[in-house]
C-alpha cells in the first residue's frame, strides 16, 4: 500500500509540475495585461489542484498556503478583485512560494518562509486588491464583507471534512437543563429525491443510532391518480435518545437536500409547534405535525435564484416557527414557481439523453519507458526494413511490395518520434522565476524576452537541457549583465535583457540565451585561464578560443564567488552535458555589447542516418548530416604541412585532414592512397577531411546512448547495434574535428 | 454485490487514491477526466454511484450533474461532489445541479467509504 | 554447519574465481551470465573497460574484472565468463575466471575485510564470509573456503571513469 501511495504521491508531484507551469503561463500571460476569464480560471484551477492533491497526500503547509493563493484567486475569479499590476506581482512572488512547497513536500528543499506571501495574500483579500504601495486606483467597489476565507477554513476541520449541509442548528435554544429526548421531524423535499437521495436511508441510520420511527405522516399523500412518483409526500416524526449529540442526528442529514424539512429539538422545547399539548410533549406518542410546506416549492429552482442564500438550512419550518396544522401553510418565500401539474420530471427531469460530448481530445498518460522501448522496436524495425532491402534483389523488392512496407514503417516512426515532442516551453518554464531570484540576489534589473518556445523537441532533450540552461541563465545575469549604474555609465538602458530562444534548423535545434550585457572580458578570461593552469602563459589563443575557455573544465570568472555561479561546477558543466546529448555550445560576445551562448543540439536522440565505415578495420557510424562528398585521393592529393598536419588539395581548396584513427589512438598502418578521405562539415570547424578505411553500407541506426550504462566518451555520439547483432560506435564529428582537441593536448598546462 | 462507481477528476493522482482506497473497500472503480469524459463514461459504464470533482476543464463538475441528471436512466444515480471547495454558495449550486451529497477534500478513505454506504447501501 | 539453503541462509550469492581468489557477489544484482564473447573496443578508456557488448538490444560495458582490482589481466580460457550485473541501475559485465557456485550465506556470519590487501582499494570488498565448497567428488568440505564479498556500488563504473573521461 505505501508503494502504491509513493507511486500515487510522484504522480501528484508530476501534476503539480504541470500545474506550476500553467500557472506560471497564465500569471506571466496576465502580467502581459490578459486578463481574460479563461486565463485566471486557468490559474485558479492549477493551485486548485495542487491545494486538492496537497491536502490528500497530507502535505499541510502546502495545502495552506494553496488555499490562501486560491481564496486570492478566487476573488478575481469572481471580479471581485481586480488583478492590478500590484495585485498580479503579488501573485506572481506568491507563485514563487507555491513552487518552493511544493518542492518542500517533495522533500527536496526546507519549508520555505512564506509568511511576507502570505500577509501580502491577506492584505489582498482584506483590501479588495489593493496590495500595499499599489496605486488605489482599479480598487474594486467594497461589496462584500471581509474575506469569506477563514471562517470555511475552519469548518474544514471538522472530522475528515465531512462539512454537514443543510442542517442549520444556529437558531436552535440552548438545551434545557435535563436535556429531554430528540423529537426530528424529516420530510425529504422533491429536490432530495430527485438528487438520489434515498430518505430511508437516512431513517435507516437515525435508527442505528437508537431513534425510532414515532409516527409516519402519510396525509400530504394526494389521492393516487395525483402522485407523482418523483415527489415526496411523507413526513417521518423520530424520537432520538437525549443522550445522543445534536451532531450525531444532523450528520445524518448530511446529504439531504436543504430544502427538505429536518428540524431536531429537544422534546421539551417550546418552540414545538402549535397544537402540540402537554401531554403531548411529555408522553410516549409525540405529536404528528403535519408539514406541508413544501411539496412542489422549491422545484423551480433554475429559475428563481432566491433560495440560494448560503448556509442553507431548514427552510419552511424553521423560518416560521409554528408551522400552521393541516395542509395551510403558504409556500415560504422565496419558493417561486409552481412545477408543470404532474410533469414526469418537473424543472429537472425534461431534457432528452444528454449529447455524448466526443469531440473532445483525450489524453492518456504513458509511462515514458513503454514509449522509449516503443521507439527502440520502431528503430529496430527500420533497420530490419533496411537490411531486407539491401539483401533483396529490386526486382524481389517489389514482388513483396517492401517500399510500401517502408513507408509505413517511417509513418510509424515519425509518429512514434512524435509522441515524443514536447514545446520546449517545459524547459523554458522555470527561466521566468529563476530571473525573478536572480534580479533579488544581484540588485540587477532584467528583462526576459522569449520567443521559439513552441518549437518542439525530444522529451529526452528537454529533460536534459534544463541545467545547462539553467547555468547559462544564470552566467549571463551574474556576469553577463551589468548592474543599473555600470549600465547608466555605458549609457545603456539601466535594466538589462536576457533574450531566451529556441527554434529548428533541419535536425537541430538551437537554444540560444543572450544578454545586452558587457560581454566577455577576455584579458581577463585570459589571465584567469593562466592563473588556474589551464593554457600556457604564451599560448596564442584567438578571441574564439579565449571565450571557449569560459566552458574549459575548472574555469569560473566570478572574482568573488557570488551566490549564484561560481558554485565550483559552471558552464563547463553546460558544455559536458551539451556534448553528451550529441550537441556543443558555441560562444559569441561582443565586448559592451553583450553575449549569446548556443546549445546546437540534435532534434531527437534516438535515430540517426548514417555511414558505416571502418577505421583499422572496425566498423563505425559517421552521421550522415555532416557528409558532403567522399573521395579517393590520388597520389599528392594529401600534403603533410608539419609534422601534425595534412592537408587534402580539394579543387585548389585546401582542407584539414583528420585522422580518426590516430585521435582513438587505434593502429592504422594504412596508405592514405589506400583509404578513402569523407569531407565532412563540421559547425565549428567548417570543412575536415576526415580519414577512413573503407565505407561498407548506408542506412539508419538507432542511436544507443554510452552514458546509460557508462558515460559519455569524448569523441563518440553513442553506439548503435547493427543487423548481425554488433556493435558499432556512432562518431561525433563534431568532437572528432572541433577546437577542444587542439587546445585539450598543447594548450594545457595540467 | 460490488457497487461500480465511476469517479470524474482531473488529477490522476486524485483518481488514483480513490481507486486504490475504495477498491481496497471493496467498491469497483471506473473513472473520468473531465466532465465530458465522465458524461461518456456514464452512458458506457452505468455505475451505482458517481463521484465528481467540481473544477475540472472543459465540463466542470455542476455541469456534469446537470447533464447527467438530465437523462431519465440516471436519475436515481445517487451523486456526489468530492471538491476541496467548500462554499455553501458551491454547495447551493451543486443541490440544485442534482447532487446528492458533498465530500470536502481532503477526504479519509474510510470515512469516504462510510459516506458512500450511506447514499449507496 | 547447516547448509539446508532456504532456511538458514538469508542471502544468496554468486562465487567465482579470479586470481585464484574466490569472490561472490550478491544474486540479487546478477542479470546473467553470459559466455565470453569479443566485446566492441572504445577509444579512450581505461585498459579495464574491454569494449561494449549487445545485451539484448542495450549496449553494456565489459569490465576486466581483474586489472579493475589491479590484478594481471585474466587470460581467457574455455570456462571464461561474464558475469552481468546490474550496479544502481546501469548495466555492466564483468570478465572473470569461472563461475563456481550459487550458494545461501548468513549476512550474520559476514566478517569486514582484514586491511590485507593492500593491492586492492580496500572499499571494493564488503567482507569476507566463509562458505562450505563443493568438491569435484560432490561431497563437501567442512573447512569451506573464504569468499571475498565485493562491494559493486563502490565498484561503480562511472565513478571511476569520469576520471579518465
Known amino acids: 500500500m505505501s508503494d502504491e501511495f509513493d507511486d500515487i504521491q510522484a504522480i501528484f508531484f508530476e501534476e503539480c509540475t504541470e500545474g506550476l507551469t500553467t500557472a506560471e503561463e497564465g500569471l506571466s500571460a496576465m502580467q502581459a495585461g490578459d486578463v481574460s476569464a479563461e486565463t485566471i480560471a486557468g490559474v485558479f484551477r492549477a493551485v486548485h489542484s495542487i491545494k486538492g492533491g496537497a491536502g490528500a497526500f497530507g502535505h499541510s503547509d502546502l495545502t495552506a498556503f494553496a488555499h490562501k493563493f486560491e481564496n486570492v484567486l478566487d476573488e478575481v475569479r469572481a471580479n471581485k478583485i481586480v488583478p492590478t499590476p500590484g495585485v498580479i506581482r503579488v501573485m506572481l512572488s506568491s507563485f514563487d512560494v507555491l513552487s518552493d512547497h511544493v518542492e518542500a513536500a517533495k522533500g527536496n528543499a526546507p519549508r520555505p518562509n512564506d509568511g511576507a506571501a502570505l500577509s501580502a495574500l491577506e492584505q489582498v483579500l482584506a483590501n479588495k486588491g489593493v496590495p500595499e504601495g499599489d496605486a488605489p486606483a482599479a480598487a474594486a467597489p467594497a461589496a462584500a464583507a471581509p474575506a469569506p476565507a477563514p471562517a470555511p477554513a475552519e469548518e474544514e476541520e471538522d472530522e475528515f471534512g465531512f462539512r454537514p449541509v443543510g442542517v442549520s442548528l444556529e437558531d436552535l435554544d440552548s438545551p434545557a437543563d435535563e436535556p429531554a429526548g430528540w423529537v426530528v421531524r424529516f420530510k425529504p423535499s422533491r429536490a432530495a429525491l430527485a438528487n438520489a437521495g434515498e430518505p430511508l436511508l437516512t431513517v435507516r441510520e437515525l435508527e442505528g443510532l437508537g431513534a425510532r420511527v414515532e409516527s409516519v405522516d402519510l396525509s400530504g399523500l394526494p389521492s393516487l391518480r395525483d402522485i407523482d412518483p418523483e415527489d415526496s409526500y411523507v413526513t417521518w416524526v423520530i424520537a432520538a435518545p437525549a443522550e445522543l449529540p445534536e451532531s450525531d442526528l444532523s450528520d445524518c442529514f448530511d446529504f439531504v437536500a436543504p430544502d427538505s424539512v429536518i428540524e431536531i429539538k429537544r422534546a421539551a422545547e417550546d418552540v414545538l409547534p402549535e397544537g402540540a399539548t402537554e401531554a403531548e410533549m411529555d408522553g410516549d406518542e409525540i405529536p404528528f405535525v403535519p408539514v406541508t410546506a413544501t411539496v412542489d416549492d422549491f422545484m423551480d429552482l433554475g429559475a428563481d435564484p432566491a433560495p440560494a442564500p448560503a448556509p442553507v438550512a431548514v427552510e419552511a419550518p424553521a423560518a416560521a416557527p409554528a408551522p400552521a396544522p393541516a395542509a395551510a401553510a403558504a409556500p415560504p418565500a422565496g419558493g417561486g414557481g409552481m412545477p408543470p401539474a404532474g410533469g414526469g420530471g418537473g424543472g429537472t427531469g425534461g431534457g432528452g439523453p444528454a449529447k455524448p460530448a466526443n469531440e473532445a481530445a483525450q489524453t492518456i498518460r504513458v509511462d515514458l519507458i513503454k514509449l522509449d522501448l516503443l521507439l527502440n522496436l520502431v528503430g529496430e524495425l527500420v533497420i530490419r526494413n533496411s537490411i531486407l532491402a539491401d539483401r533483396l534483389s529490386p526486382a524481389d523488392r517489389q514482388r513483396v511490395e517492401l517500399p510500401e512496407l517502408a513507408r509505413l514503417t517511417r509513418q510509424i516512426q515519425d509518429n512514434v518520434m512524435s509522441l515524443r515532442a514536447q514545446p520546449i516551453r517545459q524547459a523554458f518554464s522555470r527561466v521566468p522565476r529563476m530571473l525573478r531570484d536572480l534580479s533579488v540576489e544581484t540588485g540587477k534589473q532584467i528583462n526576459l524576452e522569449t520567443t521559439g518556445e513552441t518549437t518542439e523537441v525530444d522529451k529526452g532533450v528537454i529533460e536534459k537541457i534544463g541545467d545547462p540552461l539553467t547555468h547559462m541563465i544564470r552566467n549571463a545575469a551574474d556576469h553577463g549583465l551589468e548592474s543599473a549604474e555600470e549600465r547608466i555609465a555605458a549609457g545603456k538602458d539601466p535594466a538589462g535583457t536576457i533574450k531566451l530562444s529556441a527554434e529548428q534548423k533541419g535536425a537541430r535545434i538551437f537554444v540560444r540565451v543572450a544578454d545586452n550585457g558587457r560581454g566577455i572580458n577576455r584579458e581577463r578570461v585570459r589571465a584567469k585561464a593562466v592563473e588556474k593552469g589551464i593554457i600556457s602563459a604564451d599560448a596564442q589563443l584567438t578571441n574564439e578560443e579565449i571565450d571557449q575557455l569560459i566552458c574549459a573544465p575548472g574555469f569560473s570568472t566570478a572574482e568573488k564567488i557570488s551566490n549564484i555561479s561560481g558554485r565550483g561546477v559552471g558552464m563547463d558543466v553546460v558544455r559536458s552535458n551539451v556534448e553528451a546529448l550529441g550537441g556543443r555550445v558555441e560562444i559569441h560576445s561582443v565586448p559592451g555589447e553583450g553575449t549569446t551562448f548556443t546549445m546546437i543540439l540534435p532534434l531527437t536522440l534516438a535515430i540517426l542516418d548514417g555511414m558505416i565505415v571502418r577505421l583499422a578495420g572496425q566498423r563505425f557510424v559517421l552521421p550522415l548530416t555532416h557528409v558532403l562528398e567522399t573521395i579517393q585521393p590520388e597520389p599528392g592529393q594529401v600534403k603533410r604541412t608539419s609534422p601534425d598536419n595534412e592537408v587534402i588539395d580539394m579543387r585548389g581548396e585546401y582542407l584539414p585532414v583528420k585522422r580518426a584513427t590516430e585521435i582513438f589512438g587505434l593502429n592504422d598502418d594504412r596508405n592514405i592512397e589506400d583509404s578513402l578521405v569523407v569531407i565532412v562539415e563540421s559547425e565549428s570547424s567548417g570543412k575536415v577531411g576526415l580519414v577512413v578505411d573503407t565505407i561498407d553500407d548506408r542506412r539508419e541506426v538507432v542511436i544507443k546512448s554510452l552514458d546509460q550504462n557508462l558515460h559519455p566518451i569524448r569523441g563518440l555520439g553513442g553506439a548503435t547495434i547493427l543487423g548481425d547483432g554488433s556493435i558499432a560506435l556512432i562518431l561525433d564529428i563534431e568532437a572528432l574535428v572541433s577546437s577542444p582537441s587542439r587546445y585539450t593536448p598543447k594548450g594545457l598546462a595540467a | 454485490m460490488t457497487k461500480l462507481i465511476l469517479t470524474v477528476d482531473d488529477s490522476a493522482s486524485m483518481r488514483m487514491l480513490l481507486k486504490t482506497s475504495l477498491t481496497s473497500q471493496g467498491f469497483r472503480i471506473e473513472s473520468a477526466n473531465d466532465g465530458q469524459h465522465g458524461l461518456e463514461r456514464m452512458h458506457e459504464v452505468k455505475p451505482d454511484l458517481l463521484i465528481t470533482d467540481i473544477n475540472m476543464p472543459k465540463m466542470d463538475g455542476f455541469e456534469l450533474i446537470e447533464a447527467v441528471r438530465k437523462v431519465p436512466e440516471f436519475k436515481g444515480v445517487p451523486i456526489l461532489v468530492l471538491s476541496t471547495e467548500f462554499s455553501d454558495e458551491k454547495k447551493t449550486r451543486a443541490r440544485n445541479a442534482g447532487a446528492t451529497g458533498w465530500i470536502t477534500k481532503p477526504f479519509e478513505a474510510t470515512k469516504l467509504g462510510a459516506a458512500i454506504r450511506r447514499v449507496c447501501p | ?165
Do not use: Y
Request: net charge negative.
Open chain 3, 1 to 165: 554447519m547447516s547448509t539446508t539453503p532456504d532456511t538458514a541462509n538469508d542471502r544468496k550469492i554468486v562465487t567465482f574465481s579470479l586470481a585464484k581468489q574466490i569472490f561472490g557477489i550478491d544474486m540479487s544484482a546478477l542479470i546473467e551470465i553470459r559466455e565470453w564473447d569479443e566485446p566492441t573496443p572504445l577509444p579512450n578508456v581505461p585498459s579495464f573497460v574491454k569494449g561494449v557488448t549487445n545485451l539484448r538490444g542495450n549496449v553494456i560495458p565489459v569490465v576486466g574484472l581483474a586489472e579493475r582490482l589491479g590484478w594481471e589481466p585474466s587470460v581467457l580460457h574455455a570456462r571464461s565468463c561474464i558475469l552481468v550485473v546490474n550496479i544502481a541501475g546501469k548495466q555492466a559485465g564483468f570478465l572473470v575466471d569461472e563461475v563456481n557456485d550459487i550458494v545461501g550465506i548468513n549476512v550474520g556470519e559476514i566478517q569486514p575485510a582484514p586491511a590485507v590487501e593492500t593491492t586492492m582499494e580496500e572499499s571494493v570488498i564488503a567482507g569476507l564470509v566463509r562458505i562450505a565448497t563443493r568438491a569435484k567428488d560432490g561431497s563437501r568440505d567442512e573447512n569451506g573456503s573464504m569468499v571475498l564479498l565485493l562491494d559493486l556500488d563502490a565498484l561503480s563504473l562511472t565513478k571511476h571513469l569520469d576520471l579518465a573521461a
